[in-house]
């Protein structure tokens, strides 16, 4: 089954650090596009990074300096991660990978196909 499984959330103080993760079936691995989005109570879902099979990257300018997208193939299996540097609390949010398929990088929500549960990240001042 193709399938996206986050862990790693939790609360940290400001100016802390989080990596969160996603654990990627092999095949959305090898032909999909992922990417990590946020959605904070009120908000509407955002655009936090994204990564394709090349290996290109985009990171919203809001987070570029702080935060990281990454890829990793480690003993079969496949992980999508976000390190999240200088974490303030307007980065309090549920955090969900996406997938889509293929390898255009686009940054709207509707554009992915598969979700993943979401895993929330509580940043205290």
């Known amino acids: 089954a193709q399938r996206l499984v986050e862990s790693g959330g939790g609360s940290v103080q400001a100016g802390g650090s989080l990596r969160i993760s996603c654990v990627v079936s092999?095949?959305?691995?090898?032909?999909?596009?992922l990417a990590w989005f946020r959605q904070s109570p009120g908000k509407e879902r955002e655009a936090v990074a994204v990564?394709?099979?090349?290996?290109?990257?985009?990171?919203s300018t809001s987070v570029e300096d702080r935060f990281a997208i990454s890829f990793s193939q480690d003993n079969a299996q496949n992980t999508l991660y976000l390190q999240m540097n200088s974490l303030k609390p307007e980065d309090t949010a549920t955090y969900y990978c996406?997938?889509?398929?293929?390898?255009?990088?686009?940054?709207?929500?509707?554009?992915?196909?598969?979700w993943g549960q979401g895993t929330q990240v509580t940043v205290s001042s």
């Open positions: 996406a997938a889509r398929a293929d390898g255009a990088m686009p940054v709207t929500p509707s554009s992915y196909t598969l």
């Open positions: 092999e095949f959305i691995a090898h032909y999909y596009s």
């Open positions: 990564i394709n099979q090349f290996i290109r990257t985009w990171i």
